[in-house]
């Protein structure tokens, strides 16, 4: 297993050139959603909706405000990771009526759960909220990008987007949602030569300290 991840690591790269003629099966797909949806957020509270943008028009109108970056349009699926424009006692309720659910109990036996979640929507500052919405999408994007090395699908995550813009065009504020982050998937072209550049990290000794 350590070999396979650490392969899968290596291996993967941020995809700049996709082959617009290969697409991710069904199974992959079901598979890399899986990884968003089951992404760990704090106090469960999941303050995400992921929008899979398969339109081309769509996508070519995301890629006028993305810098024109090609892999806007030639990836297979374009994820775009949002997050809600109110993290209110609404989205919390609905987030414990759903555990509540899950897992057999009433909502009233988790009302401690409820006012300690309250307590941080409530007296956080909402510059504060978005920052710890956006926390917890970069974590479902990291399980994204795993999964789809391991799968053997390229990715390349794209912060480089005007998000007024990719809002006003997916319509995004009727919907109560703000663009995070874009995730395009696919398959890379021979003639990526982003494929075969070095990794550049920093060694171990500078990353890493042992408290022991
Ligand atoms: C949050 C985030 C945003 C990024 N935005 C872009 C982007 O807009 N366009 C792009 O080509 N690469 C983008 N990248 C790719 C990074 O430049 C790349 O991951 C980094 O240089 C490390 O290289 P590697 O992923 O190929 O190992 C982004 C990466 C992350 C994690």
Not at 26 to 54: A, C, Y
Not at 131 to 140: E, R, V
């Amino acid at each position: 297993m350590e070999d396979t991840l650490l392969k899968a690591l290596n291996g993967r790269y941020a995809t700049k050139q996709f082959d617009p003629t290969k697409k991710i099966s069904q199974g992959s797909l079901n598979t890399l959603l899986e990884s968003l949806r089951l992404s760990p957020s704090s106090m469960g509270v999941q303050p995400w909706k992921f929008l899979v943008v398969t339109n081309s028009e769509v996508r070519k109108q995301i890629q006028e405000v993305s810098h024109h970056q090609p892999q806007v349009v030639d990836a297979s699926h374009l994820i775009v990771l949002t997050r809600p424009l109110h993290i209110d006692a609404a989205h919390v309720d609905r987030h414990l009526a759903n555990t509540a659910h899950i897992r057999g109990v009433t909502v009233e036996s988790m009302s401690e759960y409820r006012s300690m979640i309250m307590r941080l929507v409530q007296t956080a500052p909402p510059e504060g909220l978005i920052g710890w919405a956006n926390a917890q999408i970069y974590i479902a994007l990291g399980f994204l990008l795993e999964a789809a090395a391991l799968l053997g699908v390229d990715a390349c995550p794209m912060e480089g987007f005007d998000k007024q813009k990719l809002d006003d065009v997916l319509k995004l504020p009727e919907k109560g949602l703000a663009s995070v982050v874009l995730c395009a998937l696919g398959y890379r072209t021979d003639a990526d030569k982003y494929a075969k550049v070095k990794k550049s990290r920093f060694v171990k000794e500078e990353v890493f300290e042992f408290i022991a």
